[in-house]
Structure formats: C-alpha cells, structure tokens
C-alpha cells in the first residue's frame, strides 16, 4: 500500500508538472502580449501630446504602432491558443454520443478483430478547416462517456465480488478505486510514450485519455465472469488481452497512418513497440482483474 500511494503521489506531480508548464508558456506568452500591448498604448499617448508640435505627420506614427501592437497581441494570442489546442481539446466533443453509438463502440471494444469497416476516422471542413467528425456520427472517434462509464462499471462489479467472498470494505473498494485510476494512468503514459517514441506528440491528450480508458470495458467482463464463474478468470482475462491488443494496433496505426501522417518512417520500430504495447495489456489486466487479493 505504501509503495503504491507513493507510486500515485509521483505520478500525480509528473502530471501536475505537465499542466503547470503548458499553462505557465500560456501566461508568460499573454504577459508578453499584454507588454506590448501597454507599450504602445503608451507611446500612443506620447505621439498624442507630441500631434500639437508635428500635426498631421504624428497619425502615421500612431496607426503604425497601432498596428504593431495588435499584430503583436494577435500572434501572441494564436501561439497559445494553437499549443493549449493541441493537447486539451474541447471536453463536449467527448459526449456527443448516443445508443446507437454506444452499442457499436462496444462491439468494436469487445470484438476488433470482427470489425469489417474501416478503421479510419471521417473528417469535415468547418469555417475552413478541417477537423473530425464527432462520436455521434463516426463509430472510430474516441469519447470519454464509455470509459467514465466503464469505469463506475468495474467499481460496482468490484464492489459485489468483494461482497460475495465476504472481503468487502470501504478500505478495500478503496484500494480497487486506487487500482483502477493508477491502471488507467500508466495505460496514458504508455500510448503517449509509444507516441512520441515514433515522434508522433500531436495528438490531443483527450484523445489519449479515451483510448485509455476503454480497458475498462474489458475488466469489466472479467469481473462479470468472475462474478458468475470464479475459474473462468484466466481464460476470460487471457481473451479479453488479446481483443484489447487488437483493438489499441489498430487504433495506434491509425492514429499513425491516417492522422499524424508517420507511414513512411520507422515502421520497423512502430511494429515492435505496438506489439510491446498489446502485451502490457497482460499484466495490466490482470491486476484490474485480480480484485480481493490482500484484503481480509
């Protein structure tokens, strides 16, 4: 316990760490806009009390700094806007998601390797650009509503397995929440790795977020057999590693091929570590799956 609340205590200031840096470029960048900005708020000032002596020839040197000031506070403006973008993306494109949606996600989650569409996320042009289309209308787009959901799921299955073999305990359900979000976080930390071990760092830590957390989906059903079948825990947990691997390579190559364009290089390299990426799911789902162990 103490190994693991240590583990999660620096895992939670790498990440804090992260957030902090991003959001600190964004303030010193509007800092610098907003002193360029008061800068030449100033010597237009100056310019103004200086029109009395020169006339007309000082309206040329105000509009031009003017312009300056703006064009300064517009680039400075877009450069945040672009980087904070690129790694939070906007939550409600997340949740646009409904029934339909919902039961092909899973049956893609549950059963990749009977999918017969195509992998490929479908995008749109919208005030000019591009981006993709959300959940409700593309079956490939990542949302946060099934593994939120997933992830309540496995705690309540958690929950009543300890009920049955009388290991319940706030203190125990405790240790499986404890479990499931230290699972979930070293699940980010693989894809983003694997991501930029292939320099591929320009997808959206939201996107990274959802792919992670349909292994919950899994645990799940190992639970749910556990419950009906307590022997059927390593035939289930071994099938269910294999349709999570399937799953995340496809995803990945995806991400690869159709969205971050990195096809033509390292593909030696690309295949070693999605394969190194299934097989983490091994370890990992067995301890989702192992819920109980060490509790009285």
Not at 157 to 170: N, R
Not at 183 to 205: D, K, N
Not at 236 to 244: A, G, R
Request: aromatic share 16%; proline share 3%; with cysteine.
């Amino acid at each position: 316990m103490k190994f693991i609340k240590f583990l999660i205590i620096i895992i939670f200031i790498l990440i804090f760490s992260y957030f902090c840096s991003i959001i600190l470029m964004g303030s010193t960048m509007y800092e610098t806009s907003q002193y360029h900005k008061k800068t030449c708020t100033k010597q237009i000032d100056t310019s103004f009390g200086n029109m009395l002596l020169f006339g007309a020839g000082s309206d040329l040197i105000k509009n031009e700094l003017g312009a300056y000031g703006e064009k300064v506070l517009g680039s400075s403006s877009a450069y945040v806007q672009s980087n904070i973008g690129r790694y939070i993306s906007n939550p409600q494109y997340y949740f646009q998601v409904n029934e339909s949606y919902v039961k092909n996600k899973l049956k893609v989650i549950l059963f990749p390797f009977l999918h017969k569409g195509h992998w490929m996320r479908t995008g749109h042009m919208a005030r000019g650009e591009f981006s993709f289309k959300p959940p409700i209308y593309d079956i490939n787009a990542p949302d946060l509503y099934i593994p939120m959901m997933a992830f309540g799921t496995y705690l309540v299955l958690a929950g009543y397995f300890l009920g049955i073999t009388t290991k319940f305990s706030p203190e125990a359900l405790g240790v499986q929440f404890t479990t499931g979000l230290l699972c979930w976080l070293l699940q980010i930390l693989l894809l983003e790795a694997t991501l930029h071990s292939l320099g591929s760092g320009e997808v959206p830590l939201l996107d990274i977020v959802a792919y992670s957390g349909y292994i919950f989906v899994n645990a799940s059903i190992i639970l749910l057999c556990r419950v009906i079948w307590d022997y059927a825990f390593y035939i289930v947990t071994i099938f269910e590693c294999f349709c999570v691997g399937v799953f995340l390579i496809k995803t990945m190559k995806r991400i690869l091929i159709g969205e971050v364009r990195t096809f033509e290089k390292h593909s030696t390299k690309r295949n070693y570590l999605l394969l190194l990426m299934a097989l983490s799911q091994i370890p990992l789902l067995f301890w989702l799956g192992n819920v109980g162990v060490g509790a009285k």
